[in-house]
């Protein structure tokens, strides 16, 4: 995420008030930590995936009301749950494509530059990133998808907290 708001702090440089050209690390070295810092992205990249797709796949397995696999009653997802899943996996492919695709396209340029463009198409990425991280941080804490596998995390939520959220109850 670093990398995408340095990348339009670069872009926006020329346009930015003295006052805070002045503050900030010279070019080269905003344009190296943006580089480096999408390319540490690339790689945490991996078991994000891994563990993303898992928790996806186990919501679509089990969308709908009343599931019940061999006569038991197992723990069911809105259909809510899958449709915010989806479009926070889909933001994250959008992104991790573009992360690709910025490393292989700066890795030879000097002291890995990005161009107007890739500024542009950051800022963008930018506001696609915090809008999966939002609806990520809303399918865990709205929905308890992956804070207890398979296992009663809203009712125990709702234990706790009422059902509406908010403060604890008193005993």
């Not at 810092?37 to 709908?64: C, D, M, Q, R, Y």
């Not at 997802?77 to 915010?84: E, I, L, S, W």
């Not at 890795?107 to 999966?132: D, Q, W």
């Amino acid at each position: 995420m670093a990398s995408y708001g340095i990348d339009s702090m670069l872009v926006a440089r020329p346009y930015l008030p003295l006052i805070i050209n002045n503050v900030l690390p010279a070019t080269k070295i905003l344009s190296e930590i943006s580089y480096y810092s999408n390319l540490a992205g690339l790689v945490l990249l991996v078991p994000a995936v891994i563990t993303g797709f898992h928790e996806w796949w186990e919501i679509a397995k089990f969308k709908g009301e009343n599931k019940f696999v061999d006569g038991v009653k197992v723990q069911s997802y809105p259909d809510r749950a899958f449709n915010v899943a989806t479009i926070h996996g889909l933001l994250n492919v959008a992104v991790a494509a573009y992360s690709l695709y910025s490393w292989r396209a700066r890795r030879l340029l000097p002291n890995h530059m990005p161009t107007t463009k890739m500024g542009l198409a950051s800022a963008g990425m930018l506001v696609g990133l915090i809008s999966s991280a939002a609806l990520g941080g809303h399918l865990v804490y709205h929905e308890a998808i992956g804070v207890q596998r398979m296992g009663t995390g809203v009712e125990e939520r709702k234990k706790m907290f009422g059902s509406g959220g908010g403060e604890k109850k008193a005993q």
